[in-house]
């Protein structure tokens, strides 16, 4: 082991990396960000920014961080005098063409550009005489928009295209201070990844068109999250602006989607926004549904089930979480259970430089956890048992008009909790608003059966509340009880008692990127998280 | 008697009041040959010697490009520096893709007028005002829009120069 580690020092600061490590990732061990450009942890290093100069001890000139590896015994200068007058060289060149359009630029805020100049660049220009380069905007493709002003070439989007995504269709053309991003001709940026190219353009010069003069960076809420677009759950950040999601971005977990994730989770975020939720519980008199009470409806919520017997049939949307899956389940135990995940099908769109990543067919982010919960994705044969069972339980599942006109039919009795109001479904005994996975914490199951976390990143609406807390107030029986969960990490440690592969673990052995789920009685993976 | 009260006998002198209104009437007398300082208000607003700092801050105004647009980007500074969060901006993109505010609303009732958003305005679009007559009829008005920002005329304020702090 002590074979493969080396010593080093980065400012004053000497710890042991293995060998192969780049000086860039050996100072982020040691605490110290150098600054770079055209580095990037998911993407090849080709040292053209030269943003990243330290001084190596020893070294007959400054070398690139982010393109050595670090020797035995070696000693790096992060903040040395000499470094430091390089990168203020460097940033005097990026902005001998780059324009002070920071108010009217979507990166302000998050610009490296602007961050480092702040830091250690130059006060003002020496450089009056002389007019900045100008070429106009660009459209690249869908959501993409290219402002080659603001381009410092550190080539990122086009490493991106080439290793990552696989389809070589940007390029740097011309040469010198005419250089610009190119596109190949007869080429649109539309390659369902394409939009990772915003998020690692280190400057304003890739723009989201979908995000464009929506919100400053610094007006954001981020919540981490997990995307809720397909199997695969990619970490996200949702990121809100006044309590309205805005946009979606990459959180980075090297053990599921790296940095990246795809243009359609990153744009699967109106449904979050939506206004027409059911703000109160519903309940069923004389031929209407009238706004009530949460006791009101708890209690004829169990007065129902315990009035009911035969079989019962829940339709759930795969974007339930695992806890409120596992106790909506739980709370229909003494009946003979059918129970379906919805999963809407869509083309599977993989990346092809990263392994096991793709927008799955799948689209349903908690199918694996609906899987080990009990439940089947045979929503077809569901729906048809649905027709006979004493009681059906449609959680926030997105039903087509002829099923929802199917169970307006039914015969046994129809619980809704739903988030948006159901058009045809007049027969429901009670509508229960509950909350989508914004508004909500909890948990989903990726395919890899890996179980993340996600946080809640808006405020619920009215009186809406997760369905696990329905289910929770529920099963504790009537009145207020100390048994009934009250946050997501105690109803999440309700379900280990029934399904063995969640005993023992809690939200905190989860962090923030999840860990491996194992079957058996251990239920827990040994390794967790370690980057790779 | 109960209580024993000492009576003074004083000189008439010192006890009459006729020589401290004489004196005091000397007074008043003596302001009516001095020159006059009231300003005949609201008829007359300012005077030679003095007229209001061109350093006040008073009711915003937002000033225009020469086609009549909002010089303001929507960049979004001033809501973000504002300490009473008195400032309302939406952007919004206009025909020929550039930035501007959609909506951009300041409550003068909120506002404490300390004039960080004029400091802070890289376009120098948003301006604290020299100006001081306020009264509306109705609370509403006191949210100055777009249209009313550009539609003050009064001049705006210099604010404080740390380089020349005495203004001269």
């Keep these: 082991m002590a074979d493969d580690l080396v010593n080093v020092t980065i400012d004053g600061m000497t710890l042991a990396v293995p060998k192969g490590t780049t000086i860039i990732e050996a100072a982020k061990q040691a605490g110290v960000l150098v600054p770079h450009y055209c580095y990037h942890p998911s993407l090849p290093s080709p040292a053209v920014c030269r943003m990243c100069l330290v001084e190596v001890e020893k070294a007959p000139k400054l070398m690139p961080a982010c393109a050595t590896a670090v020797a035995e015994g070696q000693v790096v200068h992060v903040s040395s005098e000499i470094a430091k007058k390089a990168r203020e060289g460097v940033l005097e060149f990026l902005l001998i063409n780059h324009p002070l359009d920071c108010p009217i630029c979507d990166q302000s805020g998050e610009c490296e550009l602007q961050d480092y100049v702040f830091q250690e660049g130059r006060a003002g220009t020496r450089y009056k005489e002389y007019a900045k380069r100008y070429n106009p905007v660009e459209d690249f493709g869908q959501d993409i928009l290219y402002v080659p002003n603001r381009c410092i070439l550190c080539t990122r989007c086009v490493r991106f295209m080439d290793d990552v995504a696989h389809t070589p269709i940007l390029n740097v053309s011309e040469r010198g201070d005419r250089a610009y991003i190119g596109i190949s001709e007869e080429q649109r940026l539309d390659h369902p990844w394409a939009g990772n190219v915003v998020d690692l353009c280190p400057v304003g010069s890739l723009l989201s068109k979908d995000f464009l003069h929506k919100a400053r960076a610094w007006d954001l809420d981020k919540t981490p999250s997990v995307c809720p677009g397909c199997t695969q759950g990619c970490n996200i950040s949702i990121d809100t602006r006044d309590d309205v999601v805005v946009r979606i971005r990459p959180r980075p977990n090297l053990e599921v989607n790296r940095h990246f994730i795809c243009d359609y989770g990153r744009l699967n975020y109106r449904w979050m926004n939506r206004g027409d939720r059911i703000e109160a519980p519903l309940i069923r008199e004389n031929g209407r549904h009238v706004a009530t009470d949460w006791d009101t409806a708890l209690a004829r919520l169990e007065q129902v089930l315990r009035g009911a017997s035969g079989s019962a049939v829940i339709l759930a949307s795969g974007r339930a979480s695992v806890e409120s899956l596992g106790l909506v389940r739980r709370l229909v135990d003494g009946f003979t259970v059918t129970a379906a995940v919805q999963v809407p099908l869509g083309e599977e769109a993989p990346l092809a430089g990263i392994p096991n990543l793709a927008l799955r067919r799948e689209r349903a982010p908690n199918l694996a956890g609906a899987e080990l919960l009990g439940y089947t994705r045979h929503w077809e044969a569901a729906t048809r048992e649905a027709m006979a069972a004493a009681v059906v339980m449609v959680l926030d599942a997105d039903l087509a008009p002829a099923d929802a006109a199917a169970l307006a039919a039914a015969p046994g009795l129809v619980v809704v909790l739903g988030s948006v109001v159901p058009e045809s479904l007049e027969n429901a005994a009670l509508v229960l608003p509950v909350t989508t996975m914004a508004e909500e914490n909890g948990t989903y199951v990726n395919r890899d059966r890996r179980l993340q976390r996600y946080q809640q990143a808006k405020s619920q609406p009215g009186m809406a509340r997760p369905a696990w807390w329905i289910a929770g107030e529920v099963l504790a029986g009537p009145g207020p009880s100390a048994d009934a969960p009250s946050t997501a990490a105690e109803a999440f440690e309700l379900l280990g008692e029934r399904w063995p592969v969640f005993a023992g673990l809690t939200y905190a052995d989860l962090g923030f990127t999840g860990r491996a789920l194992v079957a058996g009685p251990a239920g827990v993976a040994a390794g967790e998280g370690a980057a790779r | ?168």
């Design chain 2, 1 to 168: 008697m109960a209580i024993g009260v000492k009576v003074l006998k004083r000189p008439e002198r010192q006890v009459s009041y006729v020589r401290a209104t004489l004196k005091g009437m000397a007074l008043t007398f003596k302001h009516m040959f001095e020159p006059k300082v009231t300003l005949q208000y609201p008829e007359q607003k300012s005077s030679a010697d003095w007229s209001i700092s061109q350093r006040w801050r008073g009711t915003h105004r937002m000033l225009t490009d020469e086609q009549g647009r909002s010089k303001c980007v929507a960049c979004g500074l001033c809501p973000q520096i504002c300490p009473s969060n008195c400032i309302k901006l939406v952007p919004g993109e206009d025909e020929e893709g550039n930035r501007y505010p959609l909506i951009y609303e300041i409550d003068e009732f909120r506002c404490i007028f300390c004039g960080y958003c004029q400091e802070v305005c890289p376009e120098e679009a948003i301006h604290m005002g020299v100006h001081f007559e306020n009264s509306e009829y109705t609370r509403g008005r006191f949210v100055y829009d777009l249209e009313r920002l550009h539609a003050q005329t009064h001049p705006v304020s210099t604010l404080w120069d740390p380089s020349d702090p005495r203004g001269q």
